[in-house]
C-alpha cells in the first residue's frame, strides 16, 4: 500500500491508494474529496549529484533524457562542488537541483529517473558510494508520498546542506504558489524551509564544509567568490569610442592583448560590432571578418593559456563560429533581444552567456522612450531577470549566467550612478524571484563611459580613467564579481584593494553571494 497526503489550501486532504499506477488513476479518497487525475501537470523538484566520469556531461545528459522522458525543467539552482558525505573516500560530487513540471505520477517519475542513472552507467554499488548520476526527488507537488519504494519528501532533505543549497536556489525568497508555501511547511520548522536553511548555517556554509558555489568554465569551474576578476577589452571596430580604429590588423589586435595580460587581465573580451549609442549594425559575415583572424591568433598566444576569452555580439552565428574556435564565453549586450536563436544556440554550446540589460539596441537605446524610469534598479533588475530568465526556459541553466545591469547602456547619467552604487539592490529584487539567479556573478563595464566625462569634465575618453577608477571601486565594494576595462593595470591595482578590503571586513555583500 502507499499513501499520497495532500497539503492543499484550504483544507488538508489525505488520500490512500491501494495500488497506484498511471498517475492518480486507483486513488480512494474521503467522501467529498475531489481525485487528482493523471492528466494535471504537477511541480516536483529534483536532485542531481555527480562523481564519476565528466561530471558536467553526465548533468547535461540527465537534463536532455528528462526532457525525453515528459519532464519539462523550469528552473535550475546553481552548481555545486562538494565533498562527499557518508561514505567520505570517493572523488568529490557535483551538485544542484532542477524545478520541473511532469504528468508522470509520483511512482512513474521515479521510474523515468532511474532508467536516466541506468542509462547514463550507473550501476549497484554501496549506498552513498560513488555513481555517475544520482538524480532524487526531492518534492512532488503538494503530496507527500510514502511507499516501500518511495518517500517524498526525501527523507534526508533537512540534514544535507548539499541538498538544501540548491534547493534553497530554486526558491525566491518570496513565496510564489501554494505549491512552494506547502514545500516550507514540509519541513516542519517554523521559519520554513528558508528558517531550516539558516539553521543548517545558510549562506555561511558555501565556501565551508567542503561546499563550493561554482561555474564550469574551459573545462574547469571559477568559484567567483574568491576574488574579482578584471576582463580587459579588445575592440576590434572602427568605430568605437575609446579605441576605435587602433586595433584593425591583426598585428596590432595581437600587441594589444599582450599588454592587456602582461597588465593582469583574467578574461579578454573581444568585439567586432560597435555597440557605442547611434552605431550603425554590421552584418554577420562582416562582423566574423573582422573578428575570427583575430579570435584565431589570439588563441594561438602562448601567453593565454590559463586566461579565458570572450566575445562580445549578439549574433548567435558570431557566437557558435567563435566558441568553434576557443571562446570561452559570450557576451550579449542584448540578452537575446537582437537575435532570436541566441539562447538555443547558447544552451547547446555549453558555455557562460553574459547577459546585459539594454532597451533596444545601440541606434535607439538613448532615446526618450528607452531612458524613461520610475527606479531605474528595480526596473533594470525585473527586466534583466525576464531575459535570462526566458534564456533559463530555452536551457541555459542558471549555473552558466553572468548578469551585467548595462551602465551606459538605455541610461543618464543619473541613471548609470544608480545602478553602480545599487548592485546590492538589483541582487535582492532579483532574489524575490530567483535566488539562483540573484547568485549569478555580476559584471559591471563603466570604463570610459560617456557619463564619466560628463561628471568629471573629460570631453575625451582616454583621459576617463581615473573616473573609472573610482566607479570600478564602487562596484566591486558593491558586489560585482568581473569588471570589464580598457586600462587593466590601474584598475586591477583599484580591484586588489577592494579585495583585501572585503576580505578584511568579511563583507556580506561580497562572500554571502
Not at 515528459?70 to 555545486?80: D, E, P, Q
Not at 545602478?419 to 539562483?436: E, F, M, N, Q, Y
Not at 560617456?450 to 575625451?460: K, Q
Request: charged letters at 25%; aromatic letters at 6%.
Amino acid at each position: 500500500m502507499s499513501t499520497l497526503k495532500y497539503l492543499g489550501a484550504p483544507r488538508h486532504l489525505l488520500f490512500t491508494a491501494t495500488k497506484y499506477l498511471n498517475g492518480f488513476s486507483s486513488l480512494h479518497t474521503a467522501p467529498n474529496c475531489s481525485v487528482e487525475t493523471h492528466s494535471q501537470e504537477v511541480e516536483a523538484v529534483i536532485a542531481l549529484g555527480s562523481n564519476v566520469g565528466d561530471r558536467l556531461h553526465n548533468f547535461k545528459e540527465a537534463l536532455k533524457l528528462m526532457k525525453k522522458s515528459g519532464i519539462s525543467i523550469t528552473r535550475h539552482a546553481c552548481l555545486y562542488e562538494t565533498a562527499p558525505a557518508y561514505v567520505t573516500d570517493q572523488p568529490r560530487f557535483l551538485n544542484s537541483a532542477v524545478r520541473a513540471v511532469t504528468k508522470l505520477g509520483p511512482h512513474e517519475l521515479l521510474a523515468a529517473l532511474k532508467k536516466i542513472e541506468k542509462d547514463l552507467g550507473r550501476t549497484d554499488g554501496i549506498r552513498y558510494g560513488p555513481r555517475p548520476i544520482d538524480l532524487d526527488i526531492l518534492f512532488y507537488g503538494k503530496f507527500k508520498v510514502r511507499s516501500d519504494i518511495l518517500t517524498v519528501p526525501h527523507e534526508r532533505i533537512w540534514e544535507r546542506p548539499f541538498v538544501m543549497a540548491p534547493l534553497m536556489d530554486l526558491l525566491g525568497s518570496a513565496i510564489d504558489s501554494d505549491t512552494v508555501a506547502s514545500w516550507h511547511s514540509f519541513s516542519g520548522h517554523s521559519g520554513g524551509l528558508s528558517g531550516l536553511w539558516e539553521k543548517l548555517g545558510g549562506e555561511f556554509l558555501i565556501g565551508e564544509e567542503g561546499m563550493y558555489r561554482v561555474m564550469p568554465v574551459a573545462n574547469g569551474l571559477l568559484d567567483w567568490s574568491c576574488r574579482t576578476y578584471v576582463m580587459g577589452v579588445l575592440n576590434l571596430t572602427p568605430d568605437s569610442f575609446s579605441d576605435g580604429g587602433n586595433f584593425q590588423s591583426v598585428k596590432s589586435a595581437v600587441s594589444q592583448v599582450q599588454l592587456l595580460i602582461s597588465e593582469g587581465a583574467d578574461i579578454i573580451d573581444l568585439g567586432a560590432q560597435s555597440t557605442r549609442p547611434m552605431a550603425s549594425r554590421i552584418s554577420v559575415e562582416e562582423e566574423l571578418d573582422r573578428l575570427i583572424p583575430v579570435l584565431e591568433a589570439v588563441t594561438a598566444m602562448p601567453e593565454v593559456e590559463g586566461k579565458l576569452i570572450s566575445v562580445d555580439t549578439f549574433y548567435s552565428e558570431v557566437a557558435s563560429e567563435a566558441v568553434s574556435r576557443g571562446a570561452h564565453f559570450i557576451n550579449d549586450v542584448s540578452a537575446g533581444q537582437l537575435d532570436p536563436n541566441m539562447f538555443k544556440v547558447i544552451a547547446d554550446l555549453d558555455v557562460p552567456y553574459i547577459a546585459m540589460h539594454m532597451r533596444g539596441d545601440p541606434s535607439t537605446m538613448q532615446t526618450n522612450e528607452n531612458l524613461e524610469y520610475d527606479d531605474v534598479c528595480k526596473e533594470v533588475s525585473s527586466e534583466l531577470y525576464s531575459r535570462v530568465r526566458e534564456a533559463e526556459l530555452s536551457g541555459i541553466p542558471a549555473w552558466r549566467v553572468i548578469i551585467d545591469p548595462g551602465i551606459g547602456f538605455s541610461k543618464k547619467t543619473e541613471d548609470n550612478l544608480d545602478v553602480l552604487t545599487g548592485l546590492p539592490d538589483i541582487r535582492a529584487d532579483i532574489a524575490k524571484r530567483s535566488l539562483a539567479i540573484s547568485h549569478a556573478p555580476i559584471l559591471i563595464g563603466p570604463s570610459r563611459k560617456r557619463f564619466l566625462g560628463e561628471i568629471c569634465t573629460r570631453p575625451a575618453a582616454v583621459e576617463r580613467d581615473p573616473a573609472t577608477i573610482a566607479s570600478v571601486t564602487a562596484g566591486v565594494l558593491g558586489g560585482a564579481n568581473i569588471v570589464r576595462v580598457h586600462n587593466v593595470k590601474d584598475n586591477l591595482d583599484a580591484v586588489k584593494l577592494c579585495d583585501a578590503i572585503l576580505r578584511q571586513k568579511s563583507s556580506p555583500m561580497k562572500f554571502q553571494q
